[in-house]
């Protein structure tokens, strides 16, 4: 049963950081390719950053070289840093997962956790 739940979301500054964690069930975590993308109200999805089963991670243009992906093998946690937040960052956050890379590389997820409020205010 694949499981993505997620936490750490909250309220910021325009400049600050914050980091969301993503706890999966063992075989997702490991075998899985995983990602975030977010939403915000009236807005399309769009994928933030992914990291395959094999380590290797991509993100979005909006959000290089601001956020980065984390994992704690021990946790089977995954993690977005995320810095220099601004105002269009607001939006829910979504941990999700799939276990075919092409999918979730095209920011398409089979299966996504709860969400976590993002708010980024100026």
């Known amino acids: 049963q694949v499981q993505l739940v997620e936490s750490g979301g909250g309220s910021v500054q325009a400049g600050g950081s914050l980091r969301l964690s993503c706890q999966a069930s063992?075989?997702?975590?490991?075998?899985?390719?995983l990602g975030w993308f977010r939403q915000a109200p009236g807005k399309e999805r769009e994928g933030v950053a992914t990291i395959d089963s094999d380590g290797s991670t991509s993100y979005a243009d909006s959000v290089k070289g601001r956020f980065t992906l984390s994992k704690d093998n021990a946790k089977n946690t995954l993690y977005l840093q995320m810095n220099s937040l601004k105002p269009e960052d607001t939006a829910m956050y979504y941990c999700?997962?799939?276990?075919?890379?092409?999918?979730?590389?095209?920011?398409?997820?089979?299966?996504r956790g709860q969400g976590t409020q993002v708010i980024v205010s100026s």
């Open positions: 999700a997962a799939d276990y075919r890379r092409s999918f979730c590389l095209s920011w398409q997820f089979s299966y």
């Open positions: 063992k075989y997702t975590y490991k075998s899985y390719c």
